[in-house]
């Protein structure tokens, strides 16, 4: 039987795939994806497959054709296996689990931890605890910040899978391929920073102030983008826009709720949906009149908090 993986493509994505193939020795395809589009990496997996998904919770505009492809690959022999540590609703894990998958959403930990509790990979504790302390914002173990900017240093799936291979292998050292990859990183990413400051612009909410920027698709590492922004603006919540999706972060409000009514979901201080501009948004966007772009990104997230009573109009 055929082992595929989909996984994020953050350090604990990575890191949960790289407990996966620690366990089985091989795995026969890599997918990394976001949840917006998980749909779509579950239409490509071969029937009979055994599936492994990790990191990834359900967005409820595509939650029927994800329903679809596992019912595909569960009618076919196949088997899948989902580990995950977002806030799921009730009803979601009932109707996966009467289709057959086996699932497992833990949100007292990371989902390289999922993965490790209940999938049983042997001595991998030191990658766990990198993996949650980035991932939970713990800061509590600096590998997990050398290792989420050698994960994120490239963005492509080759690199990904490069990476994925090697945090298989993690004994809790940081050796000079790491160490060196990751000095090119902040030199990059200090970059990436000092735009994001410059260009980041304020709207206001009743009240609740909201820092956005559209960020390169190029550019990686939100989380830490979203937290800059929301220490430099002493904003409530920072709305990273990229082309085709959103990213919502935020220390004081439950930026889930806002990601829920847009069709996307996460955790109640970090989320995210996927945006469907129109003709006209997605010229403005590759004609680069990215100023326009974004704030019809931030409109619909306004539109939104206050509809979810986060705000007032």
């Given amino acids: 039987m055929r082992r595929v993986l989909i996984t994020h493509t953050d350090l604990d994505g990575v890191a949960s795939g790289a407990l996966i193939l620690k366990k ?3 795995l026969d395809r890599i997918y990394f994806t976001q949840p917006h589009n998980l749909h779509v990496r579950l239409a490509g997996v071969p029937n009979g497959s055994a599936v492994y998904i990790t ?14 492809n596992v019912k595909r690959v569960l009618s076919s022999g196949g088997e899948v296996f989902w580990f995950d540590h977002h806030v799921w ?7 996966l689990a009467e289709l ?3 699932l497992y ?6 989902s390289a931890g999922v993965v490790y509790k209940y999938l049983g990979v042997e001595a991998s504790e030191e990658l766990v605890r990198a993996a949650c302390s980035v991932d939970l914002w713990l800061m509590n173990d600096w590998r997990g910040n050398f290792l989420s900017r050698y994960v994120g240093y490239v963005g492509g799936a080759s690199w990904k899978e490069k990476a994925l291979k090697k945090l298989a292998g993690f004994d809790g050292t940081i050796d000079s391929e790491i160490s060196d990859m990751v000095e090119k990183a902040i030199t990059k990413e200090l970059k990436i920073y000092d735009k994001a400051l410059k260009k980041a612009k304020i709207r206001e909410c009743g009240g609740v102030k909201v820092v956005y920027y559209l960020k390169d698709q190029e550019e990686h590492l939100t989380s830490y983008i979203a937290n800059i922004l929301l220490s430099r603006y002493e904003a409530d919540i920072a709305v990273i826009c990229r082309r085709g999706s959103i990213s919502l972060r935020s220390r004081t409000l439950n930026v889930r709720e806002v990601a829920l009514s847009m069709g996307g979901g996460g955790h109640p201080r970090a989320a995210g949906a996927s945006l469907k501009p129109d003709l006209v948004r997605r010229l403005m966007y590759f004609l680069g009149l990215r ?13 939104q908090l206050v509809s979810t009573q986060a705000c007032s109009d």
Avoid: M, P, Q
């Fill in 24 to 26: 089985f020795g091989h």
């Fill in 55 to 68: 990191d990834i919770g359900v967005n409820k505009t595509s939650f029927d054709k994800i329903k679809e």
């Fill in 89 to 95: 609703e009730e009803s979601w894990i009932k109707e």
């Fill in 100 to 102: 057959g998958v086996s």
């Fill in 105 to 110: 959403v833990d949100r007292s930990t990371c």
């Fill in 291 to 303: 100023s326009f772009y974004a704030e019809w990104c931030v409109n619909k997230v306004l539109k």
